[in-house]
């Protein structure tokens, strides 16, 4: 059978060879998922370019922003609250904030992740583009460093409980995020 004789599942796109449907690991097909226009092209030009007030449809999908559908402002400062309250207590990472208080990084990073996801683009007005890499250049961002900020953040996202499909591409985010942020060997010897 040619692969324009192959059936294929409406609802996703997605079959076996023997056109047997592909459920999606979220229990549903994906094509009932709530669609979640952030892609790469769209942040990226979402943080070239001036957004619309939070709870206005992204222009490129007709679709609310991914801030929007999480939950908007009360959802990132959650996020960022919990994150840098595991911060506190970390001996190897709170070294790395200058400040006594924390509070002007907690503020920094939740305009960061609400701009990046479609909110409010305070951080770009106030600080300018973001410049993540030269930012935490004076640092030595090891793997443990990564990891520990990871842990942190970990907790953040999980006391949002949100849906599946947008933890999942929040972690995501974050992951690749932290990974590129590494900028120095690790401390730990050798095995």
């Known amino acids: ?3 324009e004789q192959t059936p294929t599942n409406p609802e996703t796109g997605a079959t076996t060879g023997d056109g047997t449907a592909i459920p999606s690991r979220f229990g549903e097909p ?10 790469r092209e769209v942040a990226a030009a979402q943080a070239l370019s001036p957004a619309g ?14 801030y929007d559908q999480i ?8 996020l960022v609250h919990v994150f840098y309250e595991g911060i506190a207590g970390d001996e190897l990472l709170r070294p790395m904030y200058e400040d006594e208080d924390l509070g002007p990084s907690e503020r920094r990073m939740l305009m960061f992740l609400e701009q990046y996801w479609g909110g409010p683009r305070t951080y ?11 930012r935490h250049m004076p640092f030595a ?9 990871l842990l942190h953040m970990r907790a953040g ?7 599946p499909l947008h933890e999942a591409t929040l972690w995501d985010y974050l992951e690749r995020a932290a990974h590129s942020l590494v900028n120095s060997a690790s401390d730990a010897p050798a095995p």
């Open 53 to 66: 007030a939070p709870g206005e449809k992204d222009e490129a999908t007709g679709a609310d922003t991914f």
């Open 1 to 3: 059978m040619s692969s």
């Open 141 to 149: 961002v090891t793997p443990e460093a990564r990891d520990r900020w």
């Open 30 to 39: 994906v094509a009932r998922l709530l669609p979640i226009p952030v892609h």
């Open 157 to 163: 996202v999980d006391a949002l409980h949100l849906a």
């Open 124 to 134: 770009l007005e106030e600080r300018g583009h973001p410049r993540l890499r030269m």
């Open 71 to 78: 939950g908007g402002h009360e959802t990132f400062a959650k």
